[in-house]
């Protein structure tokens, strides 16, 4: 990776993460959805870039937004097991054709079709893992299902604006 | 041994994973309780500092009501006053002067603030350079907040009412009947009142107040109403539903309280429980 690549994604990370401890964790649509929206910091990492490295990266972003959500370590968790499935979720839904190099996974690049299939499962698990260990000690199942879904399409659709305003489309067609 | 290394090396990022997720789970159920030390929390001077220069930006916005609580609040504390001055000309006995002291109270400003999670916290602007301490009381002229649970120089974390290991001793006003408050963990102005047995008669509308009990909260703080009452599933009480008096979602200036016979009540209580120690 550039240099010029790498501290373009170290603003980005620096972006997302204080977009969601200062603005975000305020907005709560209806008391129930939520939207996490650095998940897709760790989404848009480009394809080459090694599990271990997104593992250390998911849990130290994780672990600095639990900091200001008071939430001591759920974020980590659920970001660590994002980070962990997604270089293999990448694999399994690979185009057929194989993915270019140096063409990070972002909407404009891959399309919408592909972009779906590609975060809505990984959004999926890493919001029911934190609302799952949030939950722990209650013993009410259908705010967290409510909470799952909904914090879900809110997360999507956020960071779906976010890519096609702030992502530029790299691949030549 | 070689392929121990190989095989290992090809598991690397599996085991990173292990070590991280366990990492966190640690985390997680170490400091996730009511007791016990906090590292990773909002408290700490870094995140503190952060937090309050974001209060202090976005606490504009709601000016407005914050006054009227204070206002209000002072109306009431100068009620109390005129009728707490003995009259000039008739005897006055003050019959408990052994107890009245042992309440200390400060004020404190909310800086960072959650109610949609199951387990929310609150930090505040002062902290053990204040004076304040772990397990003091925390409350506003609405009603009960929550207990301090970690401290740093100049912050304190919270466990907000709204937290599903939290008990607050209370009573019910008019009937003196003791329970426990404890949030369900569904609705930010409802939390239930557990262990009041089936004989005794609740109406909706009655007011939920501290007990005293516990050495955390003077007695009488109020902490909401009785809002529906029925027989759950539980044998031997009742299922009483509160609507709580504070208002989470607007919470602004609180009051810290501590007791300064905590300590000694504690220990003899603890000692009456393990007479052996």
Known sequence: MTTVKLLKYSFSFCLYFLIQVFILKDLVLFGYSFCFLYVFFLLSLPHEVPTISLLLIGFFIGLFIDMFYDSFGIHAASAVFLAFVRNTWIKVIMPTGGYDDNVPPTLLNMGLGWYIFYSLPLILIHHFIFFYIDSLGTDVYLPLVIRVFSSMAFTFLLGAIVQAIFYKKERVV | ?277
């Open chain 2, 1 to 277: 041994m070689q392929q121990i290394f190989l095989f290992l090396y090809r598991l690397r990022a599996f085991i990173l994973f292990l070590i991280l997720e366990l990492l966190a789970l640690g985390i997680i159920f170490t400091h996730n309780s009511p007791q016990g030390a906090v590292y990773f929390n909002s408290s700490n001077k870094f995140t503190g500092r952060l937090l309050s220069s974001k209060n202090n930006f976005v606490s504009y916005f709601t000016l407005y009501s914050t006054n009227k609580a204070l206002a209000e609040k002072n109306a009431s504390l100068l009620n109390r006053l005129d009728r707490m001055t003995p009259v000039a000309d008739s005897a006055y006995f003050a019959l408990d002067s052994a107890l009245s002291n042992n309440f200390n109270f400060w004020s404190a400003k909310v800086i960072n603030n959650s109610i949609n999670l199951s387990q929310n916290f609150i930090t505040l602007d002062k902290g053990k350079a204040d004076g304040v301490v772990d397990g003091m009381g925390v409350f506003n002229e609405q009603g009960i907040i929550g207990r301090v649970k970690g401290t740093s120089n100049h912050f304190s974390s919270v466990i907000s009412l709204l937290h599903t290991d939290l008990l607050i001793s209370s009573k019910i006003k008019k009937t003196e009947v003791f329970g426990s408050t404890k949030w369900d963990g569904i609705n930010s102005n409802e939390a239930k009142l557990l262990y009041v047995p089936r004989h005794v008669k609740v109406e909706p509308g009655l007011e939920i107040v501290t007990s005293g009990y516990n050495a955390v909260f003077p007695e009488g703080i109020p902490i909401g109403k009785v809002k529906e009452v029925s027989h759950g599933s539980e044998t031997n009480y009742l299922d009483i539903t509160i609507t709580l008096g504070a208002d989470f979602s607007k919470l602004n200036f609180v009051y810290l309280v501590k007791n300064d016979f905590r300590e000694e009540i504690d220990s003899l209580e603890t000692e009456m429980v393990n007479p052996n120690q």
